[in-house]
């Protein structure tokens, strides 16, 4: 359950979520996104949308035509990150993430990190 600390709103908000995001990546990949922003999707929906960022390796492969095994590569990755991007956006939002989904596409390169999080009073996440 995060904290209820003080937390940023608005743009500052959505600019603290994509860097920290990007920051995992960076960390356990090696290299980050070149693109990031993030958007609330409703009132209880975050979307971070990363765009670049391919290894080397997974450049190499995928001009080689192995795209699927970059796509599984990337699944894999993401779902391992998990838990590290939902810590970052409940310690954020001062909200508990109750959903997390994640999808990345090839050409152009972009991925998207999708979390629900927990209704707050009149909100409801459908």
Request: net charge negative; proline share 3%.
């Amino acid at each position: 359950m995060p904290d209820q600390e003080q937390h940023l709103e608005g743009g500052q908000l959505l600019v603290a979520i994509s860097n920290q995001i990007v920051g995992i990546f960076r960390e356990f990949m090696g290299k980050g996104p070149d693109r990031c922003k993030t958007y609330w999707a409703g009132k209880d929906t975050v979307v971070v949308l990363l765009g670049g960022g391919y290894t080397l390796a997974e450049q190499t492969l995928f001009d080689a035509g192995s795209g699927s095994t970059v796509q599984a590569s990337r699944h894999a990755i993401q779902q391992a990150l998990g838990s590290r991007m939902k810590r970052v956006v409940e310690a954020l939002t001062g909200r508990e993430v109750v959903a997390f989904m994640s999808a990345s596409h090839q050409n152009p390169d972009l991925s998207a990190e999708l979390f629900v999080l927990a209704p707050t009073g009149e909100s409801a996440s459908l």
